[in-house]
Each structure stands twice: as structure tokens, then as C-alpha cells.
């Protein structure tokens, strides 16, 4: 499985990106999605999670301000972040929750003003 994020950039606070993720190797629709993300010296965390049949999660830190979404018939994964603050800073990444696939290369994000 192959996975290639793109979209990252680098905004003002207050700003907004949209995030794309393409799988390939995996049938996309079956699989559960997540988007990770690491700021510099923390360890990897999850943050937005989207099911097969389209439920969300979002931990608090996001809530509110960004939206997983999915579109089975491109096999991409979308992240739409609006609101974005300094602490967004870091390098996102898609991928599987259960299964773990091999990690993309991720696309940086930095909000500086």
C-alpha cells in the first residue's frame, strides 16, 4: 500500500488548507481512515477518523475546525482545516487505523504569523 499526501503549505493563523491523501495498493472503500499529524519533538498522534460507512471522530483539539472526508470512487482522503493556530504545526499524514500501513511522506503544515 502506497500513500502520498499532499496540500500542505504554510498560513497565517486564521487560515485554512485542505489536505489530500491518495491510496493505492488497498481497496479504499473498505478501509477505515485516519489523519496523523507530529509537531516538532511530540510523538505522532492521531486526530480525525472516518469509517467505511462515513462516521467522524475528532479529537477536542480539532473539533469544530476540521473536516475528514472521503471519496471512495478517487481512493483520496481530504482534510479540510480551517481556523488554523501555531499548534497546528506539523507534518500530516494519512493512513489506516487498524491496519497500519507503511507510512507516506507526509505533507507539512506550518502557521506562523
Known amino acids: 500500500v502506497q500513500l502520498v499526501e499532499s496540500g500542505g503549505g504554510f498560513v497565517q493563523p486564521g487560515g485554512s488548507l485542505r489536505l489530500a491523501c491518495v491510496a493505492s495498493?488497498?481497496?479504499?472503500?473498505?478501509?477505515?481512515w485516519g489523519w496523523y499529524r507530529q509537531a516538532p519533538g511530540k510523538q505522532r498522534e492521531m486526530f480525525a477518523t472516518?469509517?467505511?460507512?462515513?462516521?467522524?471522530n475528532y479529537a477536542d483539539s480539532v473539533k469544530g475546525r476540521f473536516t475528514i472526508s472521503r471519496d471512495n470512487a478517487k481512493n483520496m482522503l481530504f482534510l479540510q482545516m480551517d481556523s488554523l493556530q501555531p499548534e497546528d504545526t506539523a507534518v500530516y499524514y494519512c493512513?489506516?487505523?487498524?491496519?497500519?500501513?507503511?507510512w507516506g511522506q507526509g505533507t507539512q503544515v506550518t502557521v506562523s504569523s
Open positions: 493512513n489506516n487505523p487498524l491496519k497500519l500501513y507503511s
Open positions: 495498493g488497498t481497496i479504499f472503500s473498505s478501509d477505515d
Open positions: 472516518i469509517m467505511t460507512y462515513g462516521r467522524t
